[in-house]
């Protein structure tokens, strides 16, 4: 029996995993709950593949193990079918519908892959689609669509909205709190669970 | 006392806020770096903070300052203390009055890094106490006493954290922070501080005569513990004793060691209580080797057993499998499920607009049958590109290239190195291949800034780390003054003259200098700098591909013609490389 809650938030570099990652780990402190987390840092954030653990109620250590994640978040499809398989059987997908292709696919002339292939094998999950760009730039800003994410994600974390909200607003640029705050509702009212 | 959700290093550095230090230095390093970013960017900050100009440098600094009895803190990464492993050896003999803590962040598995190396073992060699955090919470109590430590003792102490510690997140109750109002003072003591072998040799049977009140105190910080429950018991250390901790079964006893010299002892006391024991660490067997020298008859498993591994770095199922290797049931059960298969991989990349990947693409294309020596930082993903065929450590490119030279080796060679490379071990190498005059051109892809680590400012920067104005220095003259006689400045993004520069460094015998020269494209962005972007015209453009193996993540493929998408920067090289001329500055209508 393990006793945290396990997310795993994946993305391209420069995507905003770690400021979603940090929004969860504000929101633990706010309610007084212990939190884990581990990144990806350093060279790998040049447009690379990059994870984030996030353990709530986490007491050991910070990386999540293969096959026991409880909610994926992913801010791509290829990099969310990338670390599927961190997600226990019956967990949960919140996928973007954004797909950025490897520029390796073009160098090594790879097969290109498109966005139904990568839905479809992601079929056995649980799984729910987000226009986050969409509505991100809707909400006032594209650069909202991690936000967005984590909204439409937020009915299946063991938290509290408003301690997530309040954790949006403290981490996000002071001239941004009113998009991002937007661009979390909007999320949510478009999340699973809603 | 305060809750906060704080990275690793953050936490370290807090915890040098709390104690408070009032002299810190280091070179950048993966996954070290942070460290001195947050505390020169505190606003309650009193210490003086530097980037030295590499950690042998950064390192005798700090010790200077403890010798004026200034607590002080040096950071680097694992293969940084390789670098500054002289004055580390010695310094054990001079001791310290003010707390000395050498934080060196190793990198199982090497995330970010050139090999796997385990700081402990230096630890050892020079005989100093080491302590090695196996949570956040940790990390941040022991940076406290570690200054505490280093002044009872009168010696550094070595701080090892791993990148599981330092770049990893977790709740840590943080103390308020203090000002430093220290004023360093030295007192001559030349028995002391003049290693001269009549002094030193007194010093070394001091240093060894230290030892049991190290062990004392190490047993007495509490950072080695045990609970005693069964006939089998599992010992680990640093992150690793994280994992055991989530799964390790309820009769099975347990062991933490998060200090060094470990009490043979009182280890000797835990072990010999048992049947058997299991050892989990990562890297080198360094607690395994004191545990199967006071084993006495216990069977003793771990790495030297065939059951755990001596490279990479543990994970919570790599923990379950040792475990169960073992005959221990770990407590939660990881099912072996694979990655979806044949998933095209999205490695780094250099940015679209990166000042290197021209001057990659140029060498290839001028010195096509050459041998390109590089080094680390961000160019070293010239490899993808084909334009990198050794890289070992700091400065090597142009030793590398003049040792090629001398060997014999007949084809050119044209060696690549980043400017806060060249400052930090590039500068002897140069020297030393004008002076036994070798033939080899380099290239100093010159960026203004540490890149690869995250934009940290060197002394070609023109400012310090605390963001003061510093002179700016002359990477032409200070060449010039290594005695290379051809030195030639070329704007990367013009292709045909960077062509022009290469070619003419090929034409001449010794050692040429290239000196490629564009701001980091990400720092260029962020100072406001804004080209407009590129496209292609798909009327003209052939499909030819040449655009699309110059790599650049902003160029595409669409129809099987190329596409440039929003991540261009402006650098119009690949409308210089187009053959068609289909690729032209974006018109706004």
């Not at chain 1, 498109?114 to 800003?141: H, M, N, P, W, Y």
């Not at chain 2, 001559?188 to 003049?194: E, F, G, H, N």
């Not at chain 2, 080797?289 to 543990?314: N, Q």
């Not at chain 2, 972007?533 to 030819?544: E, F, H, I, M």
Request: with cysteine; hydrophobic share 40%.
């Amino acid at each position: 029996m393990k006793g945290s809650y396990d997310i795993m938030i994946v993305g391209i570099g420069g995507q905003g995993t770690i400021l979603a990652s940090n929004i969860i780990g504000e929101a633990c402190i706010l309610e007084g709950r212990t939190v884990r987390g581990a990144e990806t840092h350093g060279m790998a954030q040049r447009g690379g593949s990059v994870e984030s653990h996030v353990r709530i109620d986490g007491k050991f250590g910070p990386l999540i193990a293969p096959g026991i994640a409880d909610l994926l978040i992913g801010f791509d499809l290829l990099e969310g079918l990338r670390y599927s398989h961190f997600l226990r059987p019956d967990g949960k997908i919140v996928l973007s519908e954004r797909l950025v292709i490897p520029t390796s696919v073009y160098v090594q002339h790879l097969a290109i892959p498109s966005s139904e292939e990568l839905v479809k094998q992601l079929s056995r999950f649980d799984l729910t689609l987000i226009k986050a760009e969409e509505i991100a730039k809707e909400a006032g800003s594209v650069l909202a669509s991690n936000v967005v994410m984590l909204g439409a994600a937020s009915h299946q974390i063991p938290l509290d909205e408003s301690s997530l909200i309040q954790a949006v607003q403290r981490l996000v640029p002071r001239k941004t709190i009113e998009i991002n705050t937007r661009a979390f509702t909007m999320g949510r009212k478009v999340g699973p669970g809603c | 006392m305060d809750q906060r959700y704080l990275l690793g290093n953050e936490a370290i550095a807090l915890a040098c806020l709390e104690s408070p230090v009032g002299f810190v230095s280091g070179y950048p390093g993966t996954p070290s770096s942070e460290v001195i970013e947050i505390l020169a960017a505190h606003p309650d900050r009193s210490s003086y903070v530097e980037w030295s100009v590499n950690e042998k440098v950064a390192f005798e600094n700090a010790l200077a300052a403890a010798w004026c009895g200034v607590r002080s803190l040096v950071t680097m990464k694992h293969v940084g203390l390789n670098v500054a492993a002289d004055p580390l050896m010695t310094s054990a003999y001079t001791g310290v009055t003010g707390g000395f803590v050498i934080m060196s962040a190793d990198d199982p598995f090497a995330h970010s890094s050139q090999n796997e190396q385990d700081s402990r073992m230096y630890a050892k060699f020079a005989k100093i106490p080491c302590l090695d955090p196996s949570t956040l919470q940790e990390a941040h109590d022991m940076i406290r006493d570690a200054f505490a430590l280093s002044e009872a003792l009168g010696l550094p102490v070595l701080f090892r954290p791993t990148t599981r510690i330092c770049h990893s997140k977790s709740n840590v109750t943080v103390g308020p922070v203090l000002p430093y109002s220290g004023k360093g003072e030295f007192h001559k003591d030349p028995r002391q501080y003049v290693v001269i072998p009549a002094h030193t040799r007194i010093l070394h049977r001091k240093l060894n005569e230290k030892q049991p009140a190290v062990r004392k105190r190490i047993l007495e910080s509490g950072y080695n513990q045990y609970h005693f429950r069964g006939k089998r018991a599992i010992i680990a250390s640093g992150i690793a004793a994280a994992y055991v901790q989530e799964i390790i079964p309820p009769d099975v006893s347990f062991m933490k060691i998060g200090a060094y010299p470990i009490d043979e002892e009182w280890l000797a006391g835990f072990v010999r209580k048992h049947q058997e024991v299991l050892v989990v660490e990562e890297l080198f067997p360094v607690v395994e080797e004191v545990v199967r020298e006071v084993a006495g008859t216990v069977t003793i498993l771990g790495k030297k057993s065939g059951h755990a591994p001596y490279e990479g770095e543990l994970s919570p199922e790599s923990v379950a499998r040792i475990m169960e290797s073992c005959g221990f049931s770990p407590a939660v059960h990881y099912s072996s499920v694979q990655p979806a298969p044949d998933l095209p991989p999205r490695p780094p990349i250099l940015c679209a607009g990166c000042m290197h990947r021209p001057v990659f693409y140029a060498i290839k294309k001028v010195f096509r049958d050459g041998i390109y020596p590089s080094d680390i930082g961000c160019y070293t993903l010239g490899l993808q590109l084909g334009a990198v065929d050794t890289t070992i450590c700091m400065g090597a490119s142009i030793t590398v290239g003049s040792g090629f030279s001398h060997a014999g080796e007949e084809r050119d060679i044209v060696a690549t190195i980043g400017d806060s490379t060249f400052l930090h071990t590039g500068i002897p190498g140069l020297l030393n291949a004008v002076y036994n005059g070798a033939n080899m051109t380099l290239v100093i892809l010159d960026n203004r800034t540490t890149a690869m680590t995250g934009h940290q400012p060197n002394p070609n920067t023109g400012c310090t780390a605390c963001g003061g104005l510093s002179p700016q220095i002359s990477l032409e003259a200070l060449c010039r003054a290594c005695g290379v006689a051809h030195v030639e400045m070329v704007d990367p993004y013009d292709l045909v003259m960077l062509t022009a520069a290469l070619k003419t460094a090929k034409s001449l015998p010794g050692v040429k200098v290239v000196i490629a020269k564009q701001p980091c494209v990400i720092t260029a962005r962020r100072a406001g700098v804004r080209r407009g972007k590129y496209r292609v015209d798909p009327d003209t453009c052939t499909g030819c591909g040449t655009c699309i193996k110059f790599g650049c993540p902003a160029i595409e493929q669409q129809d099987e013609k190329a596409w440039i998408n929003d991540l261009c920067s402006g650098c119009a090289v690949c409308a210089q490389i187009c053959p068609a001329a289909a690729i032209g500055r974006e018109v706004s209508r």
